[in-house]
Every structure is written in C-alpha cells, then in structure tokens.
C-alpha cells in the first residue's frame, strides 16, 4: 500500500515489520547511520566523504517438528514498501535453512529503552569544525619543521533499534571516532605513528600529536641496526590491546571445550581456573566502562562461534575474562552455554585490561637498563591455533633504550609470539589508558591497557621497511 | 543500453541480462539529478555510481547450521573535484532531490578540503587522466546460474551432504562448512557522458576438517584449496573443480598431517602450488605495483612500496622467467570487470617483465599525476557508502609455455618441500618480509614426495624470493586462486582479486618451525 510510505522513523519501521511477520518468532534491528572523514597524505588532504547508511535485518524463526530454524535477510534503503518483502524474504529463508543449532526461546523481560521512539543520532562534516582548521595549522607546522604527515580521522554514528516479537524495545547509540597521524621524514627513512579514538573529536588535538611524533623522529636520527632475537621489551599500550583483541578472538567456549584452541585443556575440558600470569591481571568488559562506553544488549545481526541471533537483547553484563592473573570465563551464548555448562559470558564490545601498575610508559622507559620500546605492530596474523602464536611486525619506530634512555631507532622485526605465552612471562605492567589499537582499529576500538615488560619478546627476523 | 546482453569480453556461452529489478531503478534519473546538481555548483568534474551488492552467507558446523545472513547493500555516491580538491557523499534515498542534495554536500566537503589544503599553504590540484567517452554500455560477467536463484535448502543440503562425508570418516572429529555469494549490480555515470551497467557474480564455497587427539591435546585441520571464482552455482556442480575428488582426499591427508614429523627449520628447496602462491604474489607483488602506495597514499594505513616510481624499468623485481600481468579483463576472474568505477575501460598489460618492473596499477589520479597517460582501470570501492581507491587487479604469473608440469618440478629436487594450500599470511608495509604458512608441507627426498611435515612456515624478503625463483611450470599447472577480502583504504575497503599463477620451484629458501618459534 503506498499509504506506508510515509513510515520513515526507524521505530516505527521496526513495529511496522513485526506487524507484518508470521512467523513463530521475529527480531528486528534497524541500524540508522552516518558518517565523515577526512583522509590525508604528504601534508594534503586525498579523499573525504559523508554518508548516510540505513539498514533493516529481519530475523524470522520458525519451529518445526526436528527444531526451530531461523533466517536473517537484511537490506539497505529500506521504505517502507519494502518492508514486506524483506519480512517474507526472512521467513522464507528460515523455513529452507532448517533447524538451527543455536536455537532459544526469544529473549524476553530486558526493559525498554526510554528513547526507543525519537530520533536517530546523527554526525555530519561539522564534528570536524574544530579539527580541520587545527589539521591544517598541524600540516602548515610539520611541513616547517620537515615534515610529512598521513593520516586518518573518521566519525560515525550508529543507532540501533532492536524490536522482538516477544515484546523488546531496545535502542543504543554508538559514536566512534577514531584520529590516526602518521609522520614521516621527507626521504620517508623515519616514521612515528600515534592514534586515539574519540567520541566526539572534542578531546583530541593533531598539532599536540604532531609535536609528540616531531620528538620521536627526533629519536629516529640516530640508527642502530640489531640482529633477530630475543629482547627485553616494552609493549605500549596500543600493541597489547592488539594482542588480547585477537586472543578474545580465540576465546569461544565452545571451540576450546571441542580441544581446538589454546584455552582447550590437554585430554579434554579448557583452561578456566588456569594461571595465565603471575602478574594480577584483570582483563574485563563492561558497557558502562567510562569512555568506552558500547552496547548494553546483545545485538547479532548473524549466528557464528561466539553470537547467536537468538540472543539479541541480551543484557551483557560487566565480565572479567581474566581475574588475578587466573582465566575465569570463555565467551558464550545462551546456546553455548548450555552445551559446554558454563556462565553465560556474551561478547564484548570494549576490552580492558588493568595490573594495578601505576608507572606511566616513560616512567617503565626510565626504569630500562637495556631493552627495546616499540610504538605498535601491524599485520597480525594466527599462524598456529594450538598455541595461539601470532606473526607480525614492528611498525613506526622501535627504540633501543639504554640506561633508562631512548639512545636511537633500531630497524624493524618480524615477531612470531603468543598473546597467552606473553601474559605469562610479562614481568611488570604499567598504568592503564585509553588507547587505540592499531590494526583491528577498523573493527574494534575501545580499548585501555597498560604498557607491558616482556623479558624475551621474539624478534624472528629484521624487517627493511620503514 | 541497459538490460541488453552486449558483452566487451569474458562471457561464457550463457547469457544473462542486467537484472531487471535493478534495470528499472531511476538509475539514469538520479544520475542526471546528481550531476546537474554538481556542475550548477562549479565542478569540474563529476561522477554518480549507484550501486546494488547481495552477499550472503551459509555457515554448517559439524553439518548443521550454524548461522548465515543474506544482506542488500542499496545506495548511491557523488564524487566531484571542485576547485582542484575532491568531495564525496553517499546517500539511500532514491529521490532526485535526495540526489542532488548528496551532490551538494560532495561539493561541500570538497570545499571542506580546499579550506585543508590552503591552511596548509599547499598548491595541490587534483586532476584527471583522459579516458574515452564510453556511453551507455553494458557487461556482465561469466557465469551459468546465479546462485541466489537456487533455493536455500538446495544450497544446505549440498554443504551438509559435503561435511557428513567428511564426519564419516575416521580421525575427523569437526567439520566446518561454509559458502559465501556476491551479486553485484553497478551503473556509473560522469560529466563527461559515460555511462556503464555491469553485474558481476562470484562465489567461494569452503570445508575444513578438524583432527582432535584426545589424549595428547594436539589438533589440525585441513581445508579445501578450491579458490573462489568468478563463477556461479555451477562452480559447485562439477565446473570448475573437481569437489568429489577434493573431499575424497582430505580426511587421510588429515590424518597423515596429524603423524607428520615435525619440521627442522632450515633452508630449503621449494615446489610451491598455485593454491599457496597465489597468496604470495598478492602480497608481495599485487600490493607492491600499486602505484598510489608507492607514492604514499596508503603510507599511514597500507603502508607503502619499496618498489618506489623512480624504479620504473630498473628493479630487478626476481629471476629472469618471472613475467607478471594486471588484468582486469581474465575470464571468471574476481577483480574482472568491463568498466573501473572512474569509467575507465578494463585493460590487461605487463607488471614485470623477465624480472624487471614494468608496470604499476593505476587510477585515473595516479595516472595523471605521475605522466603515465591512460589510467588501466584500478579504481574500485567496495560500496556505495565508498570513494572509489586505486585497487588491485587479477596479478599473475604467467607460466613458461613449455614449462614442466608440478611432478617433474619435484623431481628437480634433492632436498626440498612441497607447499599446498594457504593458510597464514603476513607481510611488512614496504612489502619486504613476509611469513607464510600452508594446509600441507610435502618432504621432498631425491625428487620425490615423502610424506608430509607439520609446523612449517616460510620467511624471504620479496625480491631475494622472487630471485630465487629457477622454474615455472608449465601452462597445465596454472591456476586461477583468489580472495573476497582483500583489505585496504580508509575507511576500510574490501575487494575481490585473483591470482593466476603455475607452480614454480625456489632455491633455497628460510624455513622455520614454528613450535619451536612459539617458544616450545
């Protein structure tokens, strides 16, 4: 009917396709969004953009004889004379996916969001009114002092509304901002990398970055070529969130119970209860986490090892993954937690890691006989899931330090290491900050860590790029 | 015209029309909307892409399912260059008054950009290479039967059917099924009167079988080497690849790898397949030649080149028998299209060229910027919500025409190691060190397999690599692999790309072990 047209508030599309469903059981998730960026090069800005996006998932679950199977469409652009269609579309794709393995009764009694009915939030180019003249006064300043800055600054602005056929009415808005400058000597020969993420581009400043990486390329003048090996080093903040996000990756019940990960425990079961470090590490998640602030319920547009569709709304509570030093949950799903008989432990939308330590990074430099500081790794990969070992590389600058001085720039290295075998031989962590990991930084970005001391970090090799 | 079945190249002997939910959309309307908008607000040069992506996925877990999700990407960009700066705006609402409104704020943000750039006290002014008009065309790519017109349940049964063959089998304790499907649907137009409809189809349909041993804790898997493929459910059903074949082998190559000696890291000879160099070549070439790295575009994120703009035709890139093409143009190839989405027509031209570099993968910036004349045809985005960024091509290695097959290759070697399948990668941001892994390490003992090896990986720098490149096989070796998610830009891209490559056999080559890298 074109008289439905004229829905176009996103909770009102979200009631709209309930209405329409006729099947056992329904979720669904509108996604309202908007962006802008601003990207550049050698002192210039390249690309940029704003958009708008709009997304409608329907999750349609249908019993039957052998199990209840769901089906999970979603579409962009959605008018409301779509909507039907996509309802059908989900149900019809329920009904040929047969039973599925995750299937729950649908969630019921989270309370509703007091904002489920207003508007969508919104960013546009002018959360950048501050930041682009300041951008340019700090490309204006590095281009004086020799220098070539590259970067990236992107905010965006997700709201989601989640509407269930058992009577859920959720709503959460996601910022996410993310600032990343690169600086680079003109011969590109030295090159200093620092990031943070942000929520509103209020609290960060690129001439103040730009003077931080100056003093690292600073550093930078004085080269020192070391061989592969193993040294004493000091990963910043960035670099441990890097790690643990991957190693949460890896952190499925399920998976670990099967005996294919490196939380499973030799002749079966896991490691829950294990030591992992003799330091007292608390690694957590919390919604509520002050700044890094992420969604309260669960909201899974599809199933896989460590969400279930069946689970969206899903108070998730505050969870220390690792207590004392000792691991204390694995990630579930209502499904999975059944299966494996542990807490129910969904996801993670921000990760935090605490020792209690309260030097500062310069602070663990000045207490460095000899040893390396690095600035972050990059091209992180699983090379081997029974360890868990990781390769990758240095990038942007690894110092050596000396007698609690940073004496030069040492080249790159290849690092083949374990996140799980790096907790267990860190031997001091400092004061937990907020920070911005550097290569899941388009997937995931709230984060605080303190640096950590590995005795024997594994340099396997010496990178040439710079 | 749109909806025709005009073809420029790669089609098979199937026809198929621009699909005609997708046709009757007011692409041309919006079109003319946008770009009316943007030349009455001063630019210089305006495009409109609209674009429409189905992707979906099905995942099995031990032969049930496991979750899948079926998504519609529908939206359109304006992109302009407007007092020599970019600007860029995505919008959904397929109104020509929300057309014009997105046109508007690319304008804006491109004056967001000039403010940028002359608070830096730059001169920059970005300018385009010449391209012919091409108006009103239509491509569609090689394909039999469009996946998303097989039912659902048809599509379960087969991956059920494939992974409770592999359960069957004894010392398989997991399998893991998945299949993933793209249909894409693009039409383009510009201030200069092109004006392309394309559709592309591909798939990738992967199975991995998982060995627990109860008592020692010690697990592997072993997944199918079937690439992805710019292809339809037909790759499947017996074109293509030979799936029986595949799934037939796995569980005993499983099994062997499970009792496999460990490796002594060292150095070695290697046979490698094209199901584990594919990956190799997008690294450390694909990445490489792309000539908006090498200049710095990518220097914050991607990361750069070392095969700098001033090495054009001077670096020895490797061994003399190494020639390697950009293509966009191979049949069923992932990054194959008709048109780039600067309205560049889709070209194939030589990277390296008996060891030395020749070439760069351009877009119609780069092209201008650097004096290389015509751009050929890099510029993709990913989605309508994306500027369009200098991506890769099909790279590949051609193979030596009368080249030896993969068998007479192994039998050139007295100490070596056969690797199959990819499986870890990693590279630095100059495209230096890399680290790769495989599904299967073959021993290879006086010219002949020995068995297989565990905890191998393999550590060169890309030009002492490549260098150390003695043979390619022959044109019976070569094979077309690829990725869906090849990663770059930001925001962060993705793209489709294929490799064609043949096996080929490296000299002494690092090896590690990587238990004993892990510390154990």
């Known amino acids: 009917m074109s008289s439905t047209n004229r829905i176009t508030k996103p909770h009102e ?17 509108a996604d309202e969004g908007s962006s802008a960026n601003l990207r550049w090069a050698g002192n210039a800005l390249t690309t940029n953009g704003v958009t708008r996006s709009r997304t409608l998932t329907v999750i349609a679950t249908v019993d039957g004889k052998e199990g209840t199977a769901s089906g999970v469409v979603s579409r962009s652009a959605v008018t409301a004379d779509d909507l039907e269609p996509l309802v ?35 960013t546009s180019s002018a959360v950048f009114a501050d930041f682009a003249p300041a951008l340019g006064e700090a490309f204006a300043r590095a281009r004086e002092g020799g220098r070539e800055l590259y970067g990236f600054a992107n905010h965006e602005l997700v709201s989601t509304y989640v509407g269930t056929s058992t009577g859920l009415r959720l709503r959460h808005d996601q910022p996410n901002g993310t600032l990343e400058l690169n600086a680079k000597s003109p011969d590109r020969q030295r090159s200093a990398w620092a990031g943070r993420s942000t929520r509103d581009f209020k609290d960060v400043d690129p001439t103040v970055l730009d003077a931080e990486l100056a003093v690292r390329l600073g550093w930078a003048e004085r080269k020192i070529d070391l061989p592969a090996g193993r040294y004493e080093t000091l990963l910043p903040p960035t670099a441990v969130a890097d790690l643990l996000i991957y190693q949460m990756w890896s952190a499925a019940a399920r998976d670990a119970v099967e005996g294919r990960t490196v939380f499973s425990k030799p002749g079966g079961g896991t490691r829950l209860g294990e030591k992992l470090s003799e330091l007292p590490l608390s690694l957590r998640s919390d919604p509520n986490a002050p700044g890094l602030e992420s969604a309260p319920f669960v909201i899974a547009h599809s199933s896989g090892d460590d969400a279930s569709v069946f689970d969206n709304g899903l108070p998730v509570p ?26 129910l432990s969904p996801g993670f939308g921000n990760l935090i890691l605490d020792a209690g330590g309260e030097k500062s990074l310069d602070e663990m430099v000045a207490a460095t006989e000899r040893g390396l500081l690095l600035t972050c790794l990059w091209y992180i990969r699983e090379v081997d899931p029974a360890t868990l070992l990781l390769t990758g590389l240095t990038r942007d600058g690894v110092y050596l330090v000396e007698n609690g001085q940073v004496v030069g720039e040492v080249n790159n290295f290849r690092f083949n290491e374990s996140p799980v075998d790096l907790l267990s031989r860190a031997s001091e962590a400092g004061r937990t900050e907020k920070t911005l990991p550097r290569e899941w930084s388009d997937w995931f970005t709230r984060a605080a860590m303190p640096a950590l001391r590995i005795p024997d970090f594994n340099m396997s090799s010496v990178s040439k790029g710079v | 015209m749109i909806g025709a079945t005009g073809s420029d190249h790669g089609r098979t002997s199937v026809p198929h029309s621009i699909d005609a939910a997708f046709a009757a959309l007011p692409l041309r309307a919006l079109a003319d909307a946008a770009l009316a908008r943007a030349r009455a607000l001063g630019a210089e040069h305006a495009d409109f892409r609209l674009e429409r992506i189905r992707s979906a996925s099905w995942r099995l877990r031990d032969a049930k399912p496991a979750g899948g999700s079926d998504t519609t990407d529908l939206g359109y960009a304006v992109r302009v260059v407007h007092g ?7 919008g959904v609402d397929l109104t020509m008054d929300a057309a014009a409104k997105v046109a508007s704020q690319a304008v804006a943000m491109a004056k967001l950009s000039a403010q940028v750039i002359k608070a830096a006290g730059s001169d920059e002014r970005v300018e385009l290479a010449d391209e012919p008009v091409h108006a009103d065309r239509t491509w569609i790519s090689a394909y039999d039967v469009n996946p998303f017109e097989v039912p659902d349940a048809e599509k379960a049964a087969l991956l059920a059917d494939w992974s409770a063959r592999l359960l069957a089998a004894d010392g398989v304790a997991h399998v893991d099924a998945s299949l993933l499907a793209v249909h894409e649907n693009k039409f383009y137009a510009d201030t200069a009167g092109t004006s392309t409809t394309q559709q592309r189809v591909r798939i990738h349909p992967q199975l991995t079988a998982v060995a627990v041993n109860g008592t020692t804790g010690e697990f592997d898997s072993m997944r199918t080497i079937a690439p992805p493929a710019g292809r339809g459910w037909e790759y499947l059903t017996g074109t293509g690849w030979d799936w029986n074949s595949e799934l037939e082998q796995i569980p005993g190559l499983l099994a062997e790898k499970m009792r496999a000696p460990s490796v002594e890291a060292g150095r070695y000879d290697l046979v490698v397949d094209p199901s584990n160099l594919w990956l190799t070549i997008h690294e450390s070439i694909g990445h490489a030649t792309e000539l908006d790295r090498a200049l710095g575009y990518e220097a914050a994120y991607a990361g750069t080149s070392f095969a700098t703009f001033d090495q054009l035709n001077k670096l020895k890139y490797g061994s003399p028998i190494m020639n ?82 993969t068998e007479d290759l192994i039998g050139g070697v007295e100490r070596g190691i056969y690797v199959v399948g990819d499986r870890s990668w990693s590279i630095d941001m100059q495209r230096y060190n890399f680290q790769f892994t495989g599904q299967r390490f073959f021993r290879i003992e006086n010219g002949r397999l020995a068995g297989q090896l565990r905890d191998v990986a393999y550590q060169a720098t890309t030009t002492d690599f490549w260098g150390s490149m003695e043979k390619v096989g022959g044109p019976q070796t070569y094979v077309l692999g690829g990725a869906f998610n090849c990663g770059k830009a930001q925001p962060g891209q993705v793209a489709a790309v294929s490799h064609g490559c043949p096996s080929a056999l490296f000299r002494d080559v690092n090896i590690l072990n990587t238990t004993q890298e892990a510390g154990r």
Not at chain 2, 84 to 90: L, V
Not at chain 2, 333 to 350: C, I, N, R
Not at chain 2, 370 to 380: D, E, H, I, K, Y
Request: net charge negative; glycine share 12%.
């Open chain 2, 84 to 90: 020599g700066s970019w600007g860029f705006a995505s």
């Open chain 1, 13 to 29: 599309i979200v009631e709209r396709a309930l209405e329409l469903s006729t099947a056992d059981g329904c979720v669904v998730i």
């Open chain 2, 324 to 405: 390697v093409t950009g293509d966009r143009t191979a049949e069923h190839g992932l990054a194959t299209v008709g048109f780039d989405d600067e309205g560049v027509q889709a070209q194939s031209w030589d990277l390296v060229k008996d060891g030395t570099l020749v070439g760069y993968q351009l877009d119609r910036r780069i092209a201008k910027l650097t004096g290389l004349g015509r751009s050929n045809g890099c510029a993709f985005a990913d989605s309508p919500g994306h500027v369009p960024v200098q991506r890769m091509a099909n790279v590949s290695l051609q193979p030596d025409p009368g080249g030896l097959s």
């Open chain 1, 88 to 122: 059908r579309a989900a149900e019809a794709a329920a009904r040929g996916a047969g039973p599925a393995e995750d299937a729950q009764r649908l969630v019921t009694g989270t309370p509703a969001s007091p904002d489920f009915t207003d508007a969508p939030a919104e």
């Open chain 1, 318 to 343: 505050a969870t220390e993954w690792i207590a004392d030093g000792h691991l204390n949950r694995l990630s579930t799903t209502r499904h999975t937690a059944g299966l494996t008989g542990m807490q």
